[in-house]
T-cell receptor, first 111, second 115 residues
Framework: EDKVVQSPLSLVVHEGDTVTLNCSYEVTNFRSLLWYKQEKKAPTFLFMLTSSGIEKKSGRLSSILDKKELFSILNITATQTGDSAVYLCAVVQGGSEKLVFGKGTKLTVNP | DTGVSQDPRHKITKRGQNVTFRCDPISEHNRLYWYRQTLGQGPEFLTYFQNEAQLEKSRLLSDRFSAERPKGSFSTLEIQRTEQGDSAMYLC?????????????FGDGTRLSIL
């Protein structure tokens, strides 16, 4: 059965800190890994990673995938209170369109 | 705003009642998905449509759940004879049909509470 494990489950930091969120996965015939940010409502799409070693970057957020070790990390530099959210990692299996999600990492950024 | 739209936002009902939710996807998106999310968990896949065809359905989906997308546009999710365990956020997502995997974009969800 496909499995996505995120760590830590919860993290509290101060504004300006840099954080690294982890996502490890077990999936048959891996296709893609996606990161979403969820602030009480709809998960909003951040990144999609398909190839190993290629960093995706958007402002202070970046992410990279390691298909050999079966994990991805999401980095957020110079955190702001607006980064407080649950960050969800999900994988897609070849031959399927469904997303299999981890439980998420709840990030709290204090001023 | 042309994002995914879900209605109602909240639904409170008594155990044993039937409920129906509606999802309007992003207009040019062919694919539509339903997920369920409970507190402290990530969304869990229920089913997905490509146009009007229901192509994948979770093995966990009870026969009390049914989804339709009759004209390939909006979709409805019905839960019959609701149970306490059905209390959750029901999320709808849509994606386009293009080369390679296309990311799913989510609506704000319908929160169902069973009394």
């Amino acid at each position: 059965e496909d499995k996505v494990v995120q760590s830590p489950l919860s993290l509290v930091v101060h504004e300006g800190d840099t954080v690294t969120l982890n996502c490890s996965y077990e999936v048959t015939n891996f296709r893609s890994l996606l990161w979403y940010k969820q602030e009480k409502k709809a998960p909003t799409f951040l990144f999609m990673l398909t190839s190993s070693g290629i960093e995706k970057k958007s402002g202070r957020l970046s992410s990279i995938l390691d298909k050999k070790e079966l994990f991805s990390i999401l980095n957020i530099t110079a955190t702001q209170t607006g980064d407080s959210a649950v960050y969800l990692c999900a994988v897609v299996q070849g031959g399927s369109e469904k997303l299999v999600f981890g439980k998420g990492t709840k990030l709290t950024v204090n001023p | 705003d042309t994002g995914v739209s879900q209605d109602p936002r909240h639904k409170i009902t008594k155990r044993g009642q039937n409920v129906t939710f509606r999802c309007d996807p992003i207009s040019e998106h062919n694919r539509l998905y339903w997920y369920r999310q409970t507190l402290g968990q990530g969304p869990e896949f229920l089913t997905y449509f490509q146009n009007e065809a229901q192509l994948e359905k979770s093995r966990l989906l009870s026969d009390r759940f049914s989804a339709e997308r009759p004209k390939g546009s909006f979709s409805t999710l019905e839960i019959q004879r609701t149970e306490q365990g059905d209390s959750a956020m029901y999320l709808c997502a849509s994606s386009s049909l293009g080369g390679g995997y296309q990311p799913q974009h989510f609506g704000d969800g319908t929160r169902l509470s069973i009394l």
